[in-house]
Nanobody, 120 residues
Framework: QVQLVESGGGLVQAGGSLRLSCAAS????????MGWYRQAPGKQRELVAV???????TIADSVKGRFTISRDNAKKTVYLQMSSLKPEDTAAYYC??????????????WGQGTQVTVSS
């Protein structure tokens, strides 16, 4: 089994910063990509940022220049540093991990979500 534990969400004023963390554990043999998605009420889940095993990243245009994604491979942990937060960044943020588990099965796992609320 694979577990993803997210932390770091909360309430912040516009212009403030938050750092999200997601630690993966369990029977993971390799990780291809780790990323963050978000879903606001009444909207579809959308990609925020992803970082691949190569180190390459994809950042959504809506957060480019304000959010940074990084990972610690040894700790199987991905971080999302969010700065200059705006009320429209308010959403539940979900961690996603893609890779393989021991035995060769494909892994595509989601965290439980952490709420980020930005007040104006």
């Amino acid at each position: 089994q694979v577990q993803l534990v997210e932390s770091g969400g909360g309430l912040v004023q516009a212009g403030g910063s938050l750092r999200l963390s997601c630690a993966a554990s369990g029977s993971i043999s390799s990780i291809n990509a780790m990323g963050w998605y978000r879903q606001a009420p009444g909207k579809q889940r959308e990609l925020v940022a992803v970082i691949r095993s190569s180190g390459s990243t994809t950042i959504a245009d809506s957060v480019k220049g304000r959010f940074t994604i990084s990972r610690d491979n040894a700790k199987k942990t991905v971080y999302l540093q969010m700065s200059s937060l705006k009320p429209e960044d308010t959403a539940a943020y979900y961690c996603n991990v893609v890779g393989e588990v021991w035995g060769g099965s494909r892994l595509n796992s989601w965290g439980q979500g952490t709420q980020v609320t930005v007040s104006s």
